[in-house]
């Protein structure tokens, strides 16, 4: 059901590392779209910002609610999906591909490690 590849924080944020680099794709997962319903607004940081661990790096706004995204990975952001603004129905049909957010550059990719794999991750959903 969840990308084996992604890591995931309990606020529901995954994470991709990309192999042989420090780049860091940051997306929110399918539960969390579910969750939210449709999605009305995104307010995404710039390229170049600066975003820590744990820290929020922009909002998606829904009809139900507005929910605050939180940095997986500290870093430097390399990369917005300015797609995504323009369609944001694309969160329901493909929030692992084309529905990625932003893409940072880690100063450490062994954060990652402090989040869920996609089995940890699911089983701590089943309570949901």
């Not at 790096?57 to 952001?77: D, F, I, R």
């Not at 932003?102 to 949901?128: F, R």
Request: proline content about 4%; charged content about 30%; overall charge negative.
């Amino acid at each position: 059901m969840f990308p084996k590849e992604c890591r995931y924080a309990e606020t529901h944020e995954w994470a991709r590392p990309e192999k042989e680099t420090n780049i860091v794709t940051v997306g929110i997962t399918g539960f969390a779209v579910e969750q939210l319903g449709d999605i009305v607004y995104l307010e995404l940081p710039k390229v170049g910002a600066k975003v820590q661990k744990g820290s929020s790096l922009g909002m998606v706004e829904s009809v139900k609610a507005t929910s605050e995204l939180y940095a997986p990975v500290s870093g430097e952001v390399a990369e917005v999906n300015s797609d995504i603004s323009n369609n944001l129905e694309i969160f329901k049909s493909d929030p692992y591909g084309k529905a990625w957010l932003l893409k940072i550059k880690a100063s450490d990719k062994k954060e990652l490690d402090s989040l869920m794999d996609a089995e940890t991750y699911e089983k701590q959903l089943e309570g949901h």
